[in-house]
């Protein structure tokens, strides 16, 4: 039986995890929090700092090889380790994908197609850039930024100033990122690849992301973009995961565009335009789609490779349409919630057949778009699983609403 190292403690090693368990494998979970979802799914987690060299060697010492499920994990420390044991993605991975600097880097020089950026070392570099930058622009910080946080959208040379001079922007006294030309978008997609240490790699169907305030609200699977579309995105997406030598998962989010940039690098299709947004070299939020929709899900995907089961191409299990949605903490807080181990009301679940299953973290903290579960809806067309996705959410709401009224 194989010990695998999982980097983390969120949803993403929950989900990981219990794929692991059901291939025969077995797992140690490493993250800060001892009440991360993970950790309370597995017998042994060890809770410690991200750059406490002692905790990790003993993780190590514990494990056949070491996986990740979020990019914010320290790669620094992880340099040393990676000849003691294998890590899968590599760190060299790990550091070009927590790094937009790099990433649009590896982009450019892979010749991936990216948006038009430019690199600004500081805030004073920033300034004198707004002269010299396409605008409207969005401000990438080049280190920790997820659903919305270090971007900022800037419509004129007016805004970027105004950005720097105002004194709430602490951020601004360690700034170093990206300036990056807004694409004209007409749909955001991602394909999540699964490339093995021995084989050929899979592509996942592509799935439609929809965002709300930068935060994924839902997925929809297929996505409702042109066949042969789809097929140049996977084929972009297989071709990036190949450059970037991932063993493991790599989810490719892009831009797709109705308009050709003057600037940006893009790739045509049927008059479509794709542009690669980002990489997660990991399980993604969009992949938890295919646990319903696919004949292998993201998860499983990425078990068998750490525990050497041979893949199989995903393929999707009905002709219909599956929308996930994510649950987000102001559903709790609508509902009153207000400490420690709150719980959903989900009555509605009995008036909306078309909801086939919902999965909940078992985080013990609402908070405000902090992601706390998902469910999927299932329709015969795209129209009728979006819809029956928001008519869920809204119930949800309602009960919340009346919960806190009576």
């Known amino acids: 039986m194989k010990q695998v190292g999982i980097l983390g403690g969120g949803q993403l090693g929950m989900l990981l995890t219990n794929s692991i368990f059901r291939l025969g494998g077995n797992v140690i979970v490493y993250d800060p929090d001892p009440l991360a979802p993970a950790c309370q799914h597995v017998k042994q987690a060890i809770n ?37 044991k294998p890590i899968y993605p590599n760190v060299k991975v790990l550091k070009t994908a927590q ?54 959208a800037v419509a004129n040379r007016k805004e970027l100033i105004a950005l720097l001079d105002n004194p709430d922007n602490y951020w601004l006294e360690t700034f170093s990122g990206i300036i990056e030309e807004r694409i004209d978008l007409e749909a955001e997609v991602s394909c999540i690849v699964a490339r093995p240490m021995q084989g050929p790699e899979v592509a996942f169907p592509i799935f439609e992301n929809i965002h709300t305030e930068h935060i994924l609200d839902m997925t929809i699977c297929p996505a409702r973009i042109p066949a042969k579309v789809q097929q140049k995105v996977s084929e972009i997406a297989v071709d990036a995961a190949k450059k970037l030598n991932v063993i493991g998962l790599l989810t490719v989010e892009f831009f797709l565009s109705r308009t050709k940039s003057n600037t940006s690098i893009g790739v045509e299709c049927d008059g479509w335009y ?126 919340a609403r009346t919960q806190v009224n009576i």
């Open 99 to 152: 790094d937009r600097v790099m990433e649009k880097k590896f982009m450019l020089a892979n010749s991936l197609p990216h948006a038009n950026f430019m690199v600004a070392e500081s805030a004073g570099h920033l300034r004198m850039q707004a002269d010299h930058t396409n605008y409207p622009c969005i401000i990438k910080t080049a280190r920790g930024g997820y659903d919305g946080k270090g971007q900022f």
């Open 274 to 399: 794709i542009y690669i947004n980002e990489f997660a070299p990991r399980p993604h939020n969009s992949g938890h789609v295919s646990m319903n929709a696919c004949s292998m899900s993201q998860f499983d995907a990425l078990a068998r490779i750490l525990l050497g089961v041979p893949l199989s191409t995903p393929w999707l299990v009905s002709e219909g349409t599956f929308c996930m949605t994510n649950l987000l903490g102001d559903i709790w807080l609508a509902q009153g919630a207000t400490a420690f181990g709150a719980d959903l009301d989900v009555r509605s679940l009995t008036e909306h057949p078309q909801v086939i299953d919902m999965v909940l973290y078992g985080k013990k903290e609402a908070r405000a778009k902090r992601k706390m579960g998902h469910f999927v809806t299932y329709g015969e067309t795209a129209d009728s699983a979006v819809t029956a996705a928001r008519n869920f959410k809204q119930a949800l709401l309602s009960r």
């Open 48 to 84: 410690s700092p991200w750059l406490n060299f002692e905790a990790l060697n003993y993780l190590f010492d514990l494990c056949d090889l070491v996986t990740w499920e979020f990019e914010n994990v320290e790669s620094a420390a992880l340099v040393a380790l990676e000849n003691v």
